[in-house]
């Protein structure tokens, strides 16, 4: 792959908060896991084991996942950032506001902003969920390792013509997923990823994040 084909592939992903209802053929899946699967990992460990959900019981996930957040509260396995500050929230902030403006949202209206977050819940209709554990006796170098396999599986279901979205919203309901899909208790449950084929017309999915100028995060040295 040359240079400019990686970067293209790279600009254009995004995540997709808006799928059509049709399967992703098994074949197709097992393509994008396969070519996820050669990122680098320490030691060659790869660590990530992969649950996929088939549309059928995504919907039923979706279902009981949106019920429990609906309750309010959460209980992840690794704790979500104690703040946002600085660039760091004026990013995401942007980024919020983009997706609001793109669905109608309008600033100050609280119970639509709600409404969209809880989507998180439903998968943004997706039609698959791939869920991502780590074991816990590897620690932290072992999410590094998943986060590569992340960031494989998304520009690879990109290259294929699929969307995706990896959502830490979803890992946030562990005890529930942990039973859902029976991860041992020597596992960490990482994020889940939604995945189907995007729906281009949705307005949630016309806009594109930015990315900030090399000057605000590159340290040159010698």
Request: net charge neutral.
């Amino acid at each position: 792959m040359t240079h400019d084909a990686l970067t293209e592939l790279l600009s254009a992903r995004h995540s997709c908060r808006a799928y059509l209802p049709d399967d992703v053929p098994r074949e197709v899946i097992e393509q994008i896991l396969t070519a996820a699967q050669r990122v680098p990992s320490w030691c060659n460990a790869q660590p990530w084991q992969v649950h996929i959900t088939g549309k059928d019981e995504t919907t039923r996930l979706a279902k009981a996942l949106h019920g429990e957040a609906m309750k309010g509260g959460h209980t992840p396995d690794i704790p979500f950032p104690q703040a946002y500050t600085g660039e760091h929230q004026e990013r995401r902030r942007t980024c919020g506001w983009q997706l609001y403006e793109a669905v109608g949202v309008q600033k100050g209206d609280r119970a639509g902003s709600a409404r969209q977050m809880m989507e998180n819940f439903r998968f943004f209709g997706a039609p698959h969920m791939a869920l991502i554990t780590a074991p816990k006796e590897l620690g932290q170098y072992a999410y590094l390792d998943c986060g590569g396999f992340i960031t494989g599986f998304c520009l690879a279901a990109r290259s294929l013509g699929l969307g995706t979205i990896p959502q830490a919203a979803v890992a946030g309901f562990a005890p529930l997923l942990r039973d859902w899909f029976q991860v041992p208790e020597d596992r960490t449950i990482l994020v889940g990823i939604a995945f189907g084929y995007p729906d281009e017309k949705h307005p949630a999915n016309a806009f594109r994040t930015g990315r900030a100028d090399l000057t605000e995060w590159v340290t040159w040295v010698g």
